[in-house]
């Protein structure tokens, strides 16, 4: 026995420093009761705040009735939070797969769009993040993700975000299933390209039979002041991936298409054991009636704006990239000793691989009040930022 304590955790995790164990809202508070304004919501997971008493009220209610049964019967609150979500979703999408994970979201997207073409390429962005699972990880294009195994898994290609030529090439090359983009690219940055390539995307996939794949991940669920990025510029893809703000806070993910891919899928070609469970169920049900009732798509298309003005005056404020509440701010210097900078004055923040530029993904729910909060805050920090960065005033 050693006296030293030693975590039994794999160490694989960058943390802030420190234990969160309560949160109300847009607040969370650890351990010894301060507290943090939560601009980074788990990672754009807790969409309708931390602890929504609707979401808690039907959490409560259920977990007492029922935690879990399999999809070998019909599940509880399954097929109304299916309903839910085709009923907000840009026509033709309209089949709903509940998974575990964002990544699994993904793989199922791919699979999907495989079985559906019967072809077997698939061609990603770069700066494209899809999961850490093998399939999502081989679709990545950030390639420091696709260390490991990743990288010998065949048929991907990617190209320059923003460049319709170069994915019309990779298509003209034959045997793509699906062509793989994240709106907002969130991990690259918050890097989103213009109308023009999504519409170019779109008809090219039309033209050589692949299918267009959206990862809205952080897009969706009303981040970016609708309820999924498509059908922004008229675009609407074959499949999308959803998982993080999905059910507030349980592990959730769905992968979505149309009647026509569904129309391949046969009983048996895809399965899970825990997806869309009825506590899973219930807290997607749970979100989406959150979102419609407390009208939080408009709250973020009119707040976000104020937001990110305020934002781009500061003099260490290079750019303010994303859209809605998915917000990259390119700093004169680095993201992480913002981030620190704003930690200590109690509000949480995210990097991103893009070491200038920090990630702001608070809940949908932040207020007017909030934003005033996080401004003051900001403003103090981006004081000493500017200083030890040497930002010119
Ligand atoms: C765009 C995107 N896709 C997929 C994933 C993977 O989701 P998960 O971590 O739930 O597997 C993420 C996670 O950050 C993501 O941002």
């Given at each position: 026995m050693t006296a030293e304590l030693k975590s039994?955790?794999?160490?694989v995790y960058k943390r802030m420093p420190v234990k969160i164990v309560r949160g109300q809202g847009a607040w969370v508070y650890d351990e010894s009761g301060a507290s943090y304004l939560d601009m980074y919501a788990g990672h754009a997971v807790t969409s309708t705040g931390h602890c929504h008493p609707h979401l808690v009220q039907a959490l409560s209610a259920q977990i007492q009735k029922l935690v879990f049964y399999s999809n070998a019967v019909a599940v509880e609150h399954q097929e109304e939070a299916a309903a839910l979500i085709v009923d907000e979703l840009?026509?033709?999408?309209s089949r709903v797969f509940f998974v575990n994970s964002g990544a699994e979201a993904v793989e199922n997207c791919l699979k999907m769009a495989r079985i559906a073409t019967g072809k077997q390429r698939i061609v990603g962005f770069e700066g494209g993040f899809h999961g850490r699972t093998l399939g999502a990880q081989a679709a990545t294009g950030l390639s420091k993700y696709r260390?490991?195994?990743?990288?010998?898994?065949?048929g991907h290609t990617f190209v320059p975000f923003g460049d319709a030529t170069a994915v019309a090439v990779a298509l003209a090359?034959?045997?793509?299933?699906a062509v793989i983009v994240e709106p907002v690219q969130g991990l690259a940055g918050a890097r989103t390209a213009p109308p023009e390539f999504f519409r170019a995307i779109r008809a090219l996939c039309d033209q050589h039979g692949a299918l267009l794949i959206y990862?809205?991940?952080?897009?969706?669920?009303?981040?970016?002041?609708?309820?999924?990025?498509?059908?922004?510029?008229?675009v609407v893809p074959d499949l999308m991936s959803f998982g993080k703000g999905i059910a507030s806070g349980l592990p959730v993910g769905a992968a979505v298409t149309n009647e026509k891919v569904a129309?391949?899928?046969?009983?048996?070609d895809l399965g899970t054991t825990?997806?869309?469970?009825p506590l899973a169920s219930a807290a997607v049900r749970a979100t989406i009636e959150i979102l419609r009732s407390e009208g939080i798509y408009a709250q973020v298309a009119s707040r976000a704006p104020r937001l990110r003005q305020a934002l781009s005056?500061?003099?260490?404020?290079a750019e303010v990239r994303g859209e809605g509440y998915l917000i990259g701010l390119k700093l004169h210097g680095t993201a992480a000793s913002m981030q620190r900078q704003l930690f200590d004055r109690g509000v949480l923040t995210g990097t991103s691989d893009d070491p200038a530029v920090l990630r702001l993904m608070p809940p949908?729910?932040?207020?007017d009040e909030q934003i005033d909060h996080f401004l003051e805050q900001f403003a103090r920090a981006e004081r000493v930022f500017r200083e030890t960065s040497k930002v010119p005033s």
């Open positions: 039994a955790l794999l160490d840009p026509s033709p999408l260390k490991g195994l990743a990288e010998l898994i065949p090359a034959g045997d793509v299933a990862d809205e991940m952080q897009t969706g669920f009303g981040r970016t002041g609708s309820f999924t990025f498509a059908p922004r510029y008229g129309a391949t899928i046969r009983p048996g825990f997806g869309g469970g005056v500061f003099p260490s404020v949908l729910t932040l207020n």
